[in-house]
Nanobody, 124 residues
């Protein structure tokens, strides 16, 4: 059974960095677009970043552009989200997702597989 497991979340101070990982098991996602979404308390889930199967195409929400970097290692079946210059408004549960197709997407409905999420808390 296909499974996505996020890790790397935690409690940090504003300005710090974190790197999230999303490890896939049960099947390869090397040919699938992957994405990171986040959900803050009391808010809807929102898009953060996405990447195509090859890594050639990346997409970012305006709120994280220039601070977050999505990457992937297909040999390890793992996707990463490097988060720098973290702000308190980045506090959320971060979810990894896999799309059925080769490219990433801004829209959560385009993703077929989801992880359970990892909590990121940024204190001011």
């Amino acid at each position: 059974q296909a499974r996505l497991v996020e890790s790397g979340g935690g409690l940090v101070q504003a300005g710090d960095s974190l790197r999230l990982s999303c490890a896939a098991s049960g099947r390869t996602f090397s040919y699938n677009g992957m994405g990171w979404f986040r959900q803050a308390p009391g808010k809807e889930r929102e898009f953060a970043a996405a990447i195509s199967w090859s890594g050639d195409n990346t997409y970012y929400a305006d709120s994280v552009k220039g601070r977050f970097t999505i990457s992937r290692d297909n040999a390890k079946n793992t996707v990463y989200l490097q988060m720098n210059s973290l702000k308190p408004e980045d506090t959320a549960v971060y979810y990894c997702a896999a799309a059925p197709g080769w490219n990433g997407s801004y829209y959560s409905d385009d993703y077929a597989y989801w992880g359970q999420g990892t909590q990121v808390t940024v204190s001011s």
